[in-house]
Structures are given as structure tokens and as C-alpha cells.
Antibody, heavy 123, light 110 residues
Framework: QVTLKESGPVLVKPTETLTLTCTVSGFSLSNARMGVSWIRQPPGKALEWLAH???????SYSTSLKSRLTISKDTSKSQVVLTMTNMDPVDTATYYC???????????????WGQGTLVTVSS | QSALTQPASVSGSPGQSITISCTGTSSDVGSYNLVSWYQQHPGKAPKLMIYEVSKRPSGVSNRFSGSKSGNTASLTISGLQAEDEADYYCCSYAGPRFLVFGGGTKLTVL
């Protein structure tokens, strides 16, 4: 049974750095055909893909947010971590992690999602 | 990377069929057979309904189907049911190693 669960702060202050952790089970982060992505959704708005990490540790980022994002993984702990610097109120959103199909040339699509975690940016 | 274009809302009566369009460009939808569709009920995480334009994951009703023509992908739901009322998002590979979502479509079952 594949599961993903996001964890992290519910409230961050403007200019702070957000660190979110995605803990996975039911699959290995070393699986060559799978990776993990982070996606966010501001309240009442659309989904936005943020970043992806492949099984070989290569990374890809949204062009618009690339300068603020870092994705990493600890395969032994089955965890993927996303950091986003210089948080702003417009970054208030539900942040999801998702298992992502695509092997080494993806990411292609998200077949399992975490429940999401709402992060509010406010002083 | 511009968002894919979806209608803000569509509606249909139970039993009818509806189609949601997803328009991109020759750099994303038009270049790759890697369009996926997600259903999202209020307060819930998205759920994969269609991948690689027209493939259905195990457990997804065959009332859901996908297609693509040129730069536009489509999701069709036949035999509309009350439980289909949700937001729907398309997503396309936009290479290299990028994905882009649509703006979402709210489906109302009348």
C-alpha cells in the first residue's frame, strides 16, 4: 500500500524559510521508475507543480520558483524534503507531495498523493 | 511555462456526458502524449483519473475517458453521476523535466 504524508510547520513568518518533509511507504525512493514531486495549491486556486526528485537524485524545479526551492531525499528514511526560502503571504497554500511516474526522463504524472499540509505565511 | 487553459466551469445533468478541454501549446500538450487528469473533491487531495492522454488507472470508472487533438486534450465523463461533481485539473509534460497544470474546471452536476 503506497502512502505519502507531509509534515512541517502550519505557520511561518514572512522572509522565513519553510521546510517540509514527505514520508513515504509502500515504495522505495530508489525505484528507477518513480520519483517524488511537490505540488501546492493556494486556497481556492489551482494546482502548481514545484519540484521533482528522481531516484538517481537528479532534480528539476519550476522555472518561476527555482531560485527559492531545494528538494532532497534520504532514501534510508524514505523521506523527501522541500525547502522554500524567503516565504511571503502569497505562498500560503496547501502543499502536497506525490509519487511521480516517469523514470529518468520524467516527471510525467502523479499516481499517489499525500493528504496535503496547509502552510500559512503571516506575521 | 504558462498554465494550460481550461474552462472555469462546466455542468451537466445526471446521465449526460460532458467534456472538459485543456488547451496548451506545441511545447507541451502538442508535443507529448503525457497529459494527465486529476479529480479533486473539496478538502481532499487530487486523484489521478487519466494518464498518458487516455489510460485509466486501476479502479477508475470507464465512464472517464481522455483524448487529444493537436494542442488540446479533453476529458469526457459519460453517464454523469452526482459523485462526479468536483474540480478537475489537467497536467502536461512540458519537457525537459517540467510539468504544467491547467487552471482547473469546476464540474457541477445539476
Amino acid at each position: 500500500q503506497v502512502t505519502l504524508k507531509e509534515s512541517g510547520p502550519v505557520l511561518v513568518k514572512p522572509t522565513e524559510t519553510l521546510t517540509l518533509t514527505c514520508t513515504v511507504s509502500g515504495f522505495s525512493l530508489s525505484n528507477a521508475r518513480m520519483g517524488v514531486s511537490w505540488i501546492r495549491q493556494p486556497p481556492g486556486k489551482a494546482l502548481e507543480w514545484l519540484a521533482h526528485i528522481f531516484s538517481n537524485d537528479e532534480k528539476s524545479y519550476s522555472t518561476s520558483l527555482k531560485s527559492r526551492l531545494t528538494i532532497s531525499k534520504d532514501t534510508s528514511k524514505s523521506q523527501v524534503v522541500l525547502t522554500m526560502t524567503n516565504m511571503d503571504p502569497v505562498d500560503t497554500a496547501t502543499y502536497y507531495c506525490a509519487r511521480t511516474a516517469g523514470g529518468g526522463s520524467g516527471p510525467y504524472y502523479f499516481d499517489y498523493w499525500g493528504q496535503g499540509t496547509l502552510v500559512t505565511v503571516s506575521s | 511555462q504558462s498554465a494550460l487553459t481550461q474552462p472555469a466551469s462546466v455542468s451537466g445533468s445526471p446521465g449526460q456526458s460532458i467534456t472538459i478541454s485543456c488547451t496548451g501549446t506545441s511545447s507541451d500538450v502538442g508535443s507529448y502524449n503525457l497529459v494527465s487528469w486529476y479529480q479533486q473533491h473539496p478538502g481532499k487531495a487530487p486523484k489521478l483519473m487519466i494518464y498518458e492522454v487516455s489510460k485509466r488507472p486501476s479502479g477508475v470508472s470507464n465512464r472517464f475517458s481522455g483524448s487529444k487533438s493537436g494542442n488540446t486534450a479533453s476529458l469526457t465523463i459519460s453517464g454523469l453521476q452526482a459523485e462526479d461533481e468536483a474540480d478537475y485539473y489537467c497536467c502536461s509534460y512540458a519537457g525537459p523535466r517540467f510539468l504544467v497544470f491547467g487552471g482547473g474546471t469546476k464540474l457541477t452536476v445539476l
